[in-house]
């Protein structure tokens, strides 16, 4: 029997990090429990009225955040605030499927049109790796807003 996985990341900025993920995934943020969203409400505020609703300090608003496939197949990702910065390499990395069933110089155009949409939100290009037949397609290295590595493939 399968398990659904949700992906944690350790974060100095929650709310930031989750909406750079947001985007780069075609995720959304899910709404406050118990509160029902109307059409086109921005979930953040609707957790900031939340957050301020129910007590929690000022300080601790920024301290978790989640976002969730809007198709419910994909792991929900969920961001915890933590004191310390990133120190070294990342152990595990998320590979973004940016062109799936493409090969050769038309999956690398589409891998570079996606690298630079992300770079636009806020990640920065590490380096292309070319394709290498039959073993590697080719793939682009970025980091996140938090300097996590993840690639494009």
Wanted: aromatic residues 6%.
């Amino acid at each position: 029997m399968s398990r659904r996985i949700q992906i944690t990341f350790d974060a100095h900025d929650p709310r930031a990090l989750s909406s750079f993920w947001r985007d780069a995934l075609g995720y959304v943020h899910p709404g406050p429990p118990g509160v029902d969203l109307a059409e086109g409400a921005d979930p953040l505020a609707a957790w900031d009225d939340f957050l301020v609703r129910i007590g929690v300090p000022e300080g601790q608003r920024n301290s978790k955040s989640a976002i969730e496939d809007p198709d419910g197949q994909g792991p929900r990702v969920f961001f915890q605030q933590v004191p310390e910065g990133k120190a070294a390499k990342n152990r595990v990395h998320l590979d973004v499927r940016a062109a799936p069933g493409l090969h050769g110089e038309e999956r690398m155009a589409a891998l570079e049109a996606e690298c630079d949409r992300l770079v636009a939100l806020g990640a920065k290009r590490v380096r292309r790796d070319e394709p290498t037949p039959p073993l590697r397609a080719g793939f682009i290295v970025l980091t996140d807003p938090e300097g996590n590595e993840f690639c494009l493939d």
